[in-house]
Nanobody, 123 residues
Framework: QVQLVESGGGSVQIGGSLRLSCAASGSTSSTYSMAWFRQAPGKEREGVAAISFDGLDPVYADSVKGRFTISDRAKTTVYLQMNDLKPEDTAMYYC?????????????????WGQGTQVTVSS
């Protein structure tokens, strides 16, 4: 079992920045990639960014390329640096972990999920 705990969400103005953190604990040796997903009210969950611990390039949704950066520390904490935030970035953000090596923005294959952290962007 892997436990994931997100933090760092909050309210920010348009153009502002936030850094989300996801701390993994438990059987982390079985985790080879992690990702951030988000879900806004009335919308489907979407993959935002994913990172592999095997040296493969991270992947990003087109909507966040150039603004968001995913990174990790010792494969136990994953960060999502979010810059130039827009109102459409408002959502609950979830961290997920997978035993799959390649990074993916598809939710299938992610076994473990955190409880989420809310991000609200307003004027």
């Amino acid at each position: 079992q892997v436990q994931l705990v997100e933090s760092g969400g909050g309210s920010v103005q348009i153009g502002g920045s936030l850094r989300l953190s996801c701390a993994a604990s438990g059987s982390t040796s079985s985790t080879y990639s992690m990702a951030w997903f988000r879900q806004a009210p009335g919308k489907e969950r979407e993959g935002v960014a994913a990172i592999s611990f095997d040296g493969l390039d991270p992947v990003y949704a087109d909507s966040v390329k150039g603004r968001f950066t995913i990174s990790d520390r010792a494969k136990t904490t994953v960060y999502l640096q979010m810059n130039d935030l827009k109102p459409e970035d408002t959502a609950m953000y979830y961290c997920a972990a997978s035993g799959r090596v390649w990074p993916s923005l598809q939710s299938d294959g992610f076994t473990y999920w955190g409880q989420g952290t809310q991000v609200t962007v307003s004027s």
